[in-house]
């Protein structure tokens, strides 16, 4: 059967996820892999999913095991409208919907909103599993760079004036790099976003884990104080996530967005999965009660915190002088710059070989870029091994920008 013939045209821009496919390499656990964004699974809070597991099904398990409301379990969505309402801003239940991970509610998002070469701004590079979700609609991308306070606003104002539809980033910690979008530049952003009438995802799944610094309001809520109002009926369309905080597995994300934003996105996830999964989405609330999930994210925190400086640390010791690395404040991520000459893709196979992983820099750039660039994850590898896998790498490069010939 030639399949080939029969896929739809529109499938002609999908691909594989380049890290999906390098975690393949990575289940062997000789591997060092700094490739995943994968959390620690030892700060996994088993004894206290087991408890809400198990208090769930005593006391509601009709409810949690029957299908339920596309928007979500509702003790849910008002636990998340209350963390969420802060800084003058008012989030209630209605601005709220579930949905079966960020990555999921960047899908819907892009079937409520965007059409077939629509207009998109967005760091340079930026999130993959954005790029290969929205790759079908053909967009039109205009790009910013970034330095260590997040992306260029310097250049925003100038692709304005193509009157983008929409833009996307990752304010804190973004995923590749870990820069994050300073406070003065969060306010020009959103004064530019409402002059050019752009709309904007603030994707934020890694907010919640600084190590160091001040927390830097959300855009939606610096949008809301500078329209004077307590309510999300703006431009921004926030993202959150459970992934990074409890546990990806679970598969819990919300948006938060003005009502007709909701309601529209509402009628997507009925046609897509009717809903999220309930009984997913009562351990969320269920683990998250009281002040359990504060509690945990300071344990990750203490924990990533020393994870990140064991790695700057080491990557400071091993690797050779010609290679730059970002400093992130919080997150899992920072990003490797190699001279140009070499080519992070050519270098994995070698990686690999020695048993080290990591994803290579190009897919997460808009554009012929990036291909002497690496992303690494610290969250996932105890110390140790972070240690151990950095000098091995930190040794295949030393050979391979010795071998360059000047
Ligand atoms: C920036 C960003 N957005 C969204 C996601 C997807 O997260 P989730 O597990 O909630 O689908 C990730 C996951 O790594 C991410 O880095």
Same mark, same amino acid.
């Given at each position: 059967m030639q399949?080939?013939?029969?896929?739809?045209?529109r499938?002609?821009?999908m691909?594989?996820s380049?890290?999906?496919?390098?975690l393949k390499f990575?289940q062997?656990?000789d591997?060092i892999?700094f490739?995943?964004?994968?959390?620690?699974?030892?700060? $996994?809070?088993v004894?206290?999913?087991r408890?809400a597991?198990?208090t769930?099904?005593?006391?509601?398990s009709?409810?949690?095991?029957?299908?339920s409301t596309?928007?979500?379990?509702n003790?849910?969505?008002?636990s998340i409208a209350?963390?969420m309402s802060?800084?003058?801003?008012?989030?209630?239940?209605?601005?709220?919907? #579930?949905?079966?991970?960020?990555q999921?509610?960047?899908?819907?998002?892009?079937?409520?909103l965007?059409?077939?070469g629509?207009?998109?701004?967005v760091?340079?590079?930026?999130?993959?599993?954005m790029?290969l979700?929205?790759?079908m609609y053909n967009?039109r991308?205009?790009?910013?760079?970034?330095?260590a306070?997040?992306l260029?606003?310097d250049?925003l104002?100038?692709?304005l004036?193509?009157?983008?539809?929409?833009?996307?980033?990752?304010p804190? $910690?973004?995923?590749?790099?870990?820069?994050t979008l300073?406070?003065q530049?969060?306010?020009?952003l959103?004064?530019?976003l409402?002059k050019?009438?752009c709309?904007?995802?603030e994707?934020d799944?890694?907010g919640?884990l600084r190590?160091?610094?001040?927390?830097i309001?959300a855009?939606?809520?610096?949008?809301?104080?500078?329209?004077?109002?307590?309510?999300l009926?703006?431009?921004v369309?926030?993202?959150?996530?459970?992934?990074k905080?409890?546990?990806p597995?679970?598969?819990?994300?919300w948006?938060?967005a003005p009502?007709?934003?909701?309601d529209?996105?509402?009628?997507?996830k009925?046609?897509?999965d009717l809903?999220s999964s309930?009984?997913?989405?009562? #351990?969320?609330?269920?683990v998250?009660?009281?002040?359990?999930l504060?509690?945990?994210?300071?344990?990750l925190?203490?924990v990533?915190?020393?994870?990140?400086?064991v790695?700057?640390?080491?990557?400071?010791?091993?690797?050779p002088?010609?290679?730059?690395?970002?400093?992130?404040?919080?997150?899992?991520f920072l990003?490797v710059?190699?001279?140009?000459?070499?080519?992070a893709?050519?270098l994995?196979?070698?990686?690999?070989a020695?048993?080290?992983a990591f994803?290579?820099?190009?897919?997460? $750039?808009?554009?012929?870029?990036?291909w002497n660039?690496?992303?690494?994850?610290?969250s996932?590898?105890?110390p140790?091994m972070i240690?151990?896998?950095?000098?091995?790498?930190g040794?295949?490069?030393?050979?391979?920008v010795?071998l360059?010939?000047m």
């Open positions: 399949w080939d013939t029969k896929f739809a045209q499938t002609s821009f691909r594989r380049a890290i999906r496919e390098i990575t062997n656990p591997v892999s490739a995943g964004g994968l959390p620690a699974p030892e700060l $996994f809070p004894e206290r999913i408890e597991v198990d769930i099904l005593t006391t509601r009709a409810q949690a095991l029957q299908y596309t928007e979500g379990v003790e849910l969505r008002d209350a963390r802060r800084g003058g801003v008012q989030v209630t239940r209605d601005n709220i919907m #579930i949905v079966g991970g960020a999921q509610g960047i899908d819907l998002i892009g079937r409520v965007l059409d077939e629509d207009g998109l701004v760091e340079n590079p930026t999130y993959l599993g790029l979700a929205w790759k967009l991308y205009w790009t910013l760079d970034t330095d306070d997040g260029l606003i250049q104002e100038f692709l004036h193509y009157y983008p539809k929409l833009m996307y980033l990752v804190n $910690f973004q995923n590749p790099q870990g820069v300073n406070y530049r969060r306010q020009q959103v004064r530019l409402d050019y009438d709309i904007v995802v994707d799944p890694y919640d190590y160091e610094g001040e927390h309001p855009l939606y809520e610096i949008e809301a104080r500078m329209h004077g109002s307590t309510k009926e703006g431009r369309i926030y993202s959150g996530s459970f992934s905080i409890l546990a597995g679970l598969r819990v994300g948006i938060a009502l007709p934003v909701i529209k996105l509402v009628q997507a009925q046609s897509a809903h309930t009984l997913a989405q009562w #351990i969320a609330y269920e998250g009660r009281g002040d359990f504060k509690q945990h994210i300071e344990t925190r203490t990533y915190h020393q994870r990140r400086d790695m700057l640390d080491a990557l400071a010791r091993y690797f002088e010609e290679v730059h690395w970002s400093t992130p404040a919080g997150g899992l990003m710059t190699m001279p140009e000459y070499l080519d893709t050519e994995l196979q070698d990686a690999i020695h048993k080290v994803v290579p820099g190009i897919d997460f $750039f808009v554009g012929e870029a990036g660039t690496f992303r690494l994850n610290f996932n590898a105890r140790e240690e151990a896998g950095i000098k091995r790498l040794d295949l490069l030393k050979e391979e010795i360059q010939p």
